[in-house]
């Protein structure tokens, strides 16, 4: 298994710009979320779903959209790219269930944007 | 709303001697979990310790234990027999059922960078 993977790795964009981040998982997980990581700031999470068609804000919400149109992907797209948007972003991703386990969030290895 | 304080932006620990990492949270909500991510260079996250609101032991997991007190609201992380491989970030962080319903959403601290020193 493959866990989480994310593409690309690293991107730098110009102010104004627009992309659109991709995460994958094959552990048939329900949950999916998107946080970004600023130095001292730990990390914030932006959105998330909760399954498949449906996705909700998290904390920093403004700037980004998000879609889940398949169970196993979550986009993370910015629409027009602003400096204040640099940061490394994480996709992770979690089982539904609460009733037994930790279900942690898995993590993928991140991918560092520059906007400049 | 749910927080995360770490306190700690950074420890020095000597290879082979025990270390304590610091968290503290707030939370209303009766049902919660409390994790302990491992942050190195490489930048990846890797999940170390989860400990439940309702258990009634602290979790440990190899040289990692959590160090749960419910009353004061901390969860501070110990980990014994530091080695140099363990110089990485780590994060303290909370996920809290809300009332409401589900809610699955992790909040975490700010980290502190932990250096082992040979």
């Known amino acids: 298994n493959a866990g989480v993977t994310q593409t690309p790795k690293f991107r730098v964009l110009k102010t104004g710009q627009s992309m659109t981040l991709l995460c994958a998982q094959d552990m048939n997980h329900e949950y999916m979320y998107w946080y970004r990581q600023d130095p001292g700031m730990g990390l914030r999470l932006i959105h998330y779903?909760?399954?498949?068609?449906?996705?909700a804000k998290g904390e920093v919400p403004d700037g980004y959209n998000v879609s889940r149109l398949k169970k196993q992907n979550f986009l993370l797209g910015l629409e027009s790219a602003a400096p204040s948007q640099t940061s490394v972003y994480f996709c992770?991703?979690?089982?539904?269930?609460?009733?037994?386990?930790?279900?942690?969030?898995?993590f993928g290895p991140g991918t560092r944007l520059t906007v400049t | 709303a749910q927080k995360i304080t770490q306190t700690q932006p950074g420890m020095f620990v000597q290879e082979k001697e025990a270390v304590t990492l610091d968290c503290t949270y707030d939370?209303?909500?009766?049902?919660?979990?409390l994790f302990w991510y491992k942050q190195p260079s490489s930048g990846e996250m890797i999940f170390l310790i989860y400990?439940?609101?309702?258990?009634?032991q602290n979790a440990t997991e190899g040289r990692y234990s959590l160090n749960f007190q419910k009353a004061r609201k901390s969860a501070n992380l110990v980990i014994s027999a530091s080695q140099l491989g363990d110089s990485a970030m780590y994060f303290c962080a909370m996920r809290a059922q809300n009332s409401g319903g589900s809610n699955y959403k992790l909040t975490f601290g700010k980290g502190t960078l932990l250096t082992v020193n040979p």
């Open positions: 400990q439940g609101s309702y258990d009634q």
């Open positions: 779903s909760v399954g498949e068609g449906t996705t």
């Open positions: 939370t209303s909500d009766p049902s919660y979990g």
């Open positions: 992770a991703s979690s089982y539904s269930a609460w009733a037994s386990g930790s279900y942690e969030q898995y």
